[in-house]
């Protein structure tokens, strides 16, 4: 079987356009035209070193993509350097994270971007507040039909087993839970890790199969083959979020890597699912 051939679509100049995409495109067909969504952890030419990082969309014309940067974070209030994608709702709105930004500690932010014309306003859904709250929201987001938004932050969440910061505790990360009710989105945390059997650091968003959400945590587990002090060593695990009767969330690690040559290890993306339920990851 030949190998597949590349083709570039758009090359970054780390300037006014953009600079490091680092999350997964998004998009599709749209008419005639096929466009793609994603982000720039850097670039974008304002409020940072090497910028606050962009939106950006790339249109189809003929043999060659066009690139449009839909924002351009500034580093305050409205965010900086999205490390993961955008997603969109039926309107064409796209919703996203930031790692940094959103006030003075600076703990990451959820947004979202309407089209307005040819223009797009973003608005910030929420605002990180590190401690329990959760801190660096690196992993995108996940959108069910009523519109609530679930994710994941990078630590934060108050577990001792992850270290301290400046302010605190930073802790292990947690999931958690935009509840959409008209234009306001309440947050509510679904899971707070703790670095044991439950995994640590999740890195990416939990997706939906049926009723219930599975996601991966990139740490943790409980496995002294990937090394770490004896309270939050581990490989990763992967996990469930049980949906019950009356709209909560049950956890659960339902397996933990090993990191032997037959398994794998520190799984930091997420997983996608096929009908039946089996999952596939990488790690």
């Excluded at 223009?119 to 609530?148: Q, W």
């Excluded at 997706?207 to 770490?228: E, H, L, Q």
């Excluded at 398994?263 to 339920?277: S, V």
């Amino acid at each position: 079987m030949p190998l597949a051939r590349e083709r570039v679509l758009y090359s970054f100049k780390a300037g006014s356009d953009g600079g490091s995409p680092q999350g997964t495109l998004s998009g599709g067909r749209s008419g005639v035209l096929f466009r793609l969504y994603g982000t720039t952890t850097f670039g974008g030419g304002t409020g940072c070193f090497g910028g606050c990082g962009t939106v950006f969309k790339l249109t189809e014309r003929s043999d060659a993509y066009i690139e449009s940067v839909l924002y351009r974070f500034i580093g305050g209030t409205d965010g900086q350097g999205p490390g993961s994608g955008v997603i969109a709702d039926a309107s064409g709105a796209l919703y996203g994270t930031t790692e940094y930004g959103g006030d003075s500690a600076g703990d990451g932010i959820v947004f979202k971007l309407t089209p307005q014309g040819p223009k797009y306003v973003e608005s910030v859904l929420y605002r990180f507040k590190g401690g329990m709250d959760g801190k660096s929201p690196l992993a995108g987001l996940t959108i069910d039909p009523a519109g609530n938004l679930y994710g994941a932050t990078l630590i934060g969440g108050g577990s001792p087993a992850c270290g301290s910061g400046r302010s605190g505790v930073n802790g292990c990360g947690v999931l958690f839970e935009l509840r959409r009710s008209g234009s306001t989105y309440t947050e509510r945390i679904l899971h707070r890790f703790q670095s044991g059997s439950d995994g640590a650091t999740p890195g990416s968003p939990p997706i939906f199969v049926g009723r219930d959400m599975y996601g991966t945590a990139a740490t943790g587990g409980g496995n002294p083959s990937c090394g770490g002090a004896p309270i939050n060593r581990g490989c990763g695990t992967v996990y469930k979020l049980t949906r019950g009767v009356r709209g909560g969330w049950t956890f659960k690690a339902i397996y933990a890597f090993t990191g032997t040559p037959r398994d794998a290890a520190n799984p930091f993306a997420g997983l996608i699912a096929e009908k039946g339920g089996v999952l596939y990851g990488v790690g």
